[in-house]
C-alpha cells in the first residue's frame, strides 16, 4: 500500500508571496492532518481534516488555512508568507476521525527568502 | 508549561545495550500514547501506540504507559547504530482535544 505522498517536496518563495502544498493519505483513510515543525518549535499541529470538514485547528493565524476533498486529498494554502514561516510542513494520515495512530508523509521543505 | 516533556538528550548508549528514553505529560486524562522515530532530514515514522497500562512488546521496542504517574518510556534493547534518531513522544487527550501534542523529542546515538 502506498504511504502518504505530499507534493512539492521543496518549495522556495519570497516573503508575502502565498503557497499551496497537497497532500495524498493512504488509500483508504480519510482523516488528514498537518503540522508544522521548527527547530526551535518542534511539531506543532495545524488542523484536521475529516470528510471535507475541519474538525481541530491549532494555534495558528488565520493566513494558514486548508481543505479536504472528496477524495480525502488535502490542502494546505499559507498567505502572506513570512520569514518565520520556513519549516518542514508535514501532512498524517489516520483511518478515521478519533482513529489514533497516524501516518507522516515526506514533508515540504519551504523556505521563505 | 509543556504539556508532554522530553529530555532532549543526546543520549548515548553503545552498541547492544538498552536505551531508555522516557516521556511525561501533564494530562490524566489523556488516551494514547505513540512513539515515533524520526531521523535527520526525514519525516516522523510510527514505531509504538500504547493505550493501557502496562508494558507493549514489539520486536527490539517495548512501551511502558503508567497513568497514575503520567509517564510513557520506550525501551530499545541490543541498540544498533541505525536506531540513532530522534525519538518523539505524542500523546491524544481523548474527546474533544483530538490533536496530537508532541514533545520535542530524545536524540539517541547508538555508539558501535
Not at chain 1, 486548508?66 to 501532512?91: I, K, W
Not at chain 2, 508549561?1 to 486524562?29: F, H, M, W
Not at chain 2, 502496562?54 to 536506531?83: H, M
Request: glycine letters at 8%; proline letters at 4%.
Amino acid at each position: 500500500k502506498a504511504g502518504v505522498t505530499q507534493t512539492p517536496r521543496y518549495l522556495i518563495k519570497t516573503r508575502g508571496q502565498q503557497v499551496t502544498l497537497s497532500c495524498s493519505p493512504i488509500s483508504g483513510h480519510r482523516s488528514v492532518s498537518w503540522y508544522q515543525q521548527t527547530p526551535g518549535q518542534g511539531l506543532q499541529f495545524l488542523f484536521e481534516y475529516f470528510s471535507e470538514t475541519q474538525r481541530n485547528k491549532g494555534n495558528f493565524p488565520g493566513r494558514f488555512s486548508g481543505r479536504q476533498f472528496s477524495n480525502s486529498r488535502s490542502e494546505m494554502n499559507v498567505s502572506t508568507l513570512e520569514l518565520g514561516d520556513s519549516a518542514l510542513y508535514l501532512c498524517a494520515s489516520s483511518l478515521a476521525f478519533a482513529a489514533y495512530e497516524q501516518y507522516f508523509g515526506p514533508g515540504t521543505r519551504l523556505t521563505v527568502t | 508549561q509543556k504539556e508532554v516533556e522530553q529530555n532532549s538528550g543526546p543520549l548515548s548508549v553503545p552498541e547492544g545495550a538498552i536505551a531508555s528514553l522516557n516521556c511525561t505529560y501533564s494530562d490524566r486524562v489523556s488516551q494514547s500514547f505513540f512513539w515515533y522515530r524520526q531521523y535527520s532530514g526525514k519525516s516522523p515514522e510510527l514505531i509504538m501506540s500504547i493505550y493501557s497500562n502496562g508494558d507493549k512488546e514489539d520486536g527490539r521496542f517495548t512501551a511502558q504507559l503508567n497513568k497514575a504517574s503520567q509517564y510513557v518510556s520506550l525501551l530499545i534493547r541490543d541498540s544498533q547504530p541505525s536506531d540513532s534518531a530522534t525519538y518523539l513522544c505524542a500523546v491524544n487527550w481523548g474527546t474533544g482535544r483530538r490533536a496530537l501534542t508532541f514533545g520535542s523529542g530524545t536524540r539517541l546515538q547508538v555508539q558501535p
